[in-house]
């Protein structure tokens, strides 16, 4: 009908599809600017000098190739690695055994996921100055209680040596997130049918059985969740070491965000600092990528 | 399932000695933040001395507090409308470039904070946000987008038809629905999302680090970092934990309180 026509013709912008993308013009905006225009900028900065008061000059591929001279970032790659590995199965342990051991629901299960996951509500920063005095070998508990037992002499450094170190922080990031990845475990630990495990009991199994036979291989996929936050979250590690350890000793607790920040805002090297972290982005999302994989090809 | 005794015991007595290991950090900064020590803040006995030297490190605790609050308070409030709006747009409409749009915004996941802060600290100084409190709002709020847009999109989607369709009949625009009949329905997924922002923005130490050389502007974390670092000879350490007391307590509270809300969050987050 004529009238009809008119009508619609005249409420164009009552359609459907623009106000649709009326109200995701905020998201928009948001992801454009603060999200699409720095990861193009960040390439286009890693193809210059990049000096902090003074006009860039276009010097590719020079950033990229003094990466391969940066001795400090080298070995920040190293430490950032075994940080990772290490981190990730002890955390992911953890996390684990928590997750089993807490997943049926019982009088004051609730209570224990709370205590366990409580430390996750505190930043990673406060965690580690936190620490900074907790470990204090005059200020905090651990050293005198440890010297209470008899198993040390004296207060010690808890980042005296690059394994103490490390294994300090490692505590502390345990600590953190252990409940944090238990949760993401007891989501799918809640997942599995009840009907399975009566099943399998009343086959006989045993419960090492039910675990390595129905329980873990149920809940690859989570586990696989849980690894890839991890370890992304690990590799690009930096309260932690920036604010507990500071490097110590001598430098060996550097990671990779560490050296970006020295090389931006220390050496005043934008483009160094721009291509540092465009390698390490791009080393990130092809990690991403093989581990996403990895996952959907085993559900597969 | 009747479990023995025994076992019963062995589950609760673990069960409580692992929750004393987690407790005990956390325990220790209260009881330490509050402790007297000669030479520092609190002679003696128990007080708020260290928290009274706190608050006097560099521009003082109230700057810092107030810094904190602002750019926490903006974040939630620019990550609730734009994800609102957005998840409004994604769960109940089509228009050109939607999925683009969403893929663009589920990249950021893959994109950590750290890489690509030199641009954006580049960027915000072309357009005079730099060293600003909004900037660094921004920039969180554009973090917390993926986890927020994919929460409320969700949430609308899961509105029953008949809902907006009786607002339709009665003549309502799409914006009278949305307030008067989506956003009451949608509660759940905007008090998660706005506690994930919260505890995202309020404890964030590497955005302002990096964004904020004034150390006016520093939040918290910043503040309490310098002043481990910044002083000349001893550190405070009494001092030091009352800074991260002041800085754990509304986290902890906050997240008692919406327990609830937080684990349902991660419920959705794990699914995706």
């Not at chain 1, 586990?223 to 590690?237: N, R, Y």
């Amino acid at each position: 009908m004529p009238d009809q026509a008119l009508v619609q013709k005249r409420r164009w912008w009552s359609s459907r599809a623009v106000q649709g993308a009326g109200y995701a013009t905020p998201t928009a905006v948001v992801v454009a600017v603060f999200f699409l225009a720095p990861l193009g900028l960040l390439v286009w900065m890693s193809l210059h000098e990049w000096p902090i008061l003074r006009a860039p000059t276009f010097n590719a591929p020079d950033n990229y190739t003094a990466i391969a001279d940066n001795q400090l970032f080298t070995d920040a790659v190293m430490f950032t690695l075994k940080y990772t590995v290490v981190t990730t199965v002890v955390l992911s342990l953890v996390a684990l055994g928590l997750a089993l051991l807490i997943q049926h629901s019982r009088t004051g299960v609730g209570l224990f996921r709370t205590a366990f996951f409580l430390p996750g509500a505190i930043g990673l920063a406060a965690t580690s100055v936190l620490f900074l005095g907790f470990l204090n070998g005059r200020f905090g508990p651990v050293d005198p209680f440890l010297m209470h037992l008899g198993i040390i002499d004296e207060p010690i450094s808890w980042v005296g040596t690059p394994n103490l170190a490390l294994f300090s922080t490692i505590v502390l990031v345990t600590w953190r997130f252990a409940g944090f990845n238990m949760l993401i475990l007891l989501v799918g630990l809640h997942a599995i049918p009840l009907e399975v495990y009566e099943a399998a009991r009343v086959d006989g199994a045993s419960g090492w059985t039910m675990l390595t036979r129905i329980t873990l291989p149920l809940l690859r996929p989570t586990i696989a969740l849980m690894l890839i936050i991890s370890i992304t979250g690990s590799l690009v590690a930096f309260d932690q070491f920036f604010i507990f350890t500071q490097g110590r000793p001598d430098n060996s607790t550097i990671t990779v965000v560490m050296v970006i920040f020295r090389q931006a805002f220390v050496k005043h090297d934008l483009g160094g600092a721009a291509a540092l972290s465009a390698v390490l982005l791009a080393a990130l999302l092809v990690l991403n990528g093989f581990l996403l994989r990895l996952v959907r090809h085993r559900e597969a | 399932m009747r479990t023995s005794i025994a076992r019963r015991a062995g589950f609760y007595t673990t069960c409580a000695v692992l929750t004393v290991l987690f407790l005990l950090p956390l325990a220790w900064a209260g009881w330490a933040s509050l402790r007297g020590r000669p030479g520092s803040g609190q002679a003696s006995g128990f007080g708020f001395g260290n928290y009274t030297k706190f608050a006097h490190f560099g521009e003082g605790l109230a700057r810092f507090a107030y810094n904190s609050t602002a750019i926490t308070v903006m974040s939630v409030t620019f990550t609730l409308v734009v994800s609102t709006l957005g998840g409004y747009a994604f769960g109940r409409f089509d228009f050109p470039g939607k999925n683009a749009l969403f893929l663009a915004t589920l990249a950021i996941l893959m994109v950590p904070v750290a890489t690509i802060l030199v641009p954006l600290y580049e960027l915000l100084d072309w357009i005079r946000l730099s060293n600003s409190l909004l900037g660094v709002s921004l920039t969180l709020t554009m973090f917390q987008l993926p986890f927020a847009i994919f929460m409320m999109r969700n949430s609308f989607e899961a509105v029953p038809r008949e809902l907006e369709e009786a607002a339709i009949i009665d003549g309502a625009s799409s914006f009278a629905t949305l307030v008067r009949v989506m956003l009451p329905a949608v509660r759940p997924g905007l008090i998660t999302v706005g506690l994930f922002a919260f505890l995202a923005s309020w404890n964030d130490f590497i955005t302002p680090l990096i964004l904020l050389p004034d150390s006016s502007k520093h939040p918290l974390p910043v503040a309490t970092f310098n002043s481990a670092t910044q002083q000349f000879g001893t550190i405070d350490y009494g001092a030091l934990q009352a800074g991260v007391m002041i800085m754990a307590v509304p986290s902890l509270l906050l997240f008692i309180v919406l327990q609830r809300q937080y684990v349902a969050g991660f419920t959705t987050g794990a699914v995706k």
